[in-house]
């Protein structure tokens, strides 16, 4: 099946400081990208969703000054979290549908940052 | 506005079988999905319905009720491996996914 690769699987950064998460389709061509946010015993919320070559859709609520996604090519999309706090502390995970919109998501590995 | 329904936890026995209820009122339906999440793990793909019905897939099968706005999972022969949350995805008319909460299943020996 399609493998969504994402990097790094944790990261601990200082307040104030950027993260980028990446993640690459290894296998297929992913026009779009979705973007979500899970804190602990909550479910999955939606960020914003990118795709290839035009500017990310952002859920409402979300800030795009802050949260940066940039999705250049068909098998690269990054999360650039800038100037992180610790109530950025969330596990983040990209996911693309391949085969279309009613399609299974397929996940990466997620993202575990912790902000101190 | 857009709503989905499950438990927030449910304990079972290994072995046995175990039902996980989902709920949903969404701005139109294009198909409902259940994923398995285990701790700090991202969501793997279980199942997806679209029509009324049973779909079994070995251990686990889901079932859908369009007219209800109703679906469960159903997991038998129970193993510890299955202690997860299951997480149920509605597709409304806009192909948006609308996510509940989840259900952390406890599997007990």
């Known amino acids: 099946g399609a493998v969504v690769s994402q990097h790094p699987s944790w990261v601990i950064c200082k307040s104030g400081t950027s993260v980028k998460i990446e993640c690459r389709s290894l296998?297929?061509?992913?026009?779009?990208m979705f973007w979500y946010r899970q804190f602990p015993k909550q479910s999955l919320m939606l960020m914003a969703t990118s795709n290839e070559g035009s500017k990310a859709t952002y859920e409402q609520g979300v800030e795009k000054d802050k949260f940066l996604i940039n999705h250049a090519s068909l098998t690269l999309s990054t999360l650039t979290v800038t100037s992180a706090h610790p109530e950025d502390s969330s596990f983040y995970i990209c996911?693309?549908?391949?085969?279309?919109?009613?399609?299974?998501?397929?996940f990466g590995n997620g993202t575990r940052l912790t902000v101190t | 506005g857009q709503n989905i329904d499950q438990p927030t936890e449910m304990t079972a026995t290994e072995g046995a079988i175990v039902q996980i209820n989902c709920t949903y009122q969404t701005s139109g339906f294009n198909g409902l999905f259940w994923y398995q999440q285990h701790a700090g793990e991202a969501p793997t793909f279980l199942s997806y319905?679209?029509l009324d019905g049973l779909e079994e897939k070995g251990r686990f099968s889901s079932f859908l009720s369009r007219s209800k706005g109703y679906s469960y999972l159903l997991l038998k022969e129970l193993q510890m491996k299955d202690s997860a949350s299951y997480l149920c995805a509605v597709l409304d008319s806009n192909y948006q996914l609308i996510w509940g909460a989840g259900t952390k299943l406890i599997i007990k020996p």
């Open positions: 996911s693309t549908n391949p085969g279309g919109d009613n399609s299974p998501l397929h």
């Open positions: 296998d297929f061509q992913a026009t779009t």
């Open positions: 319905n679209v």
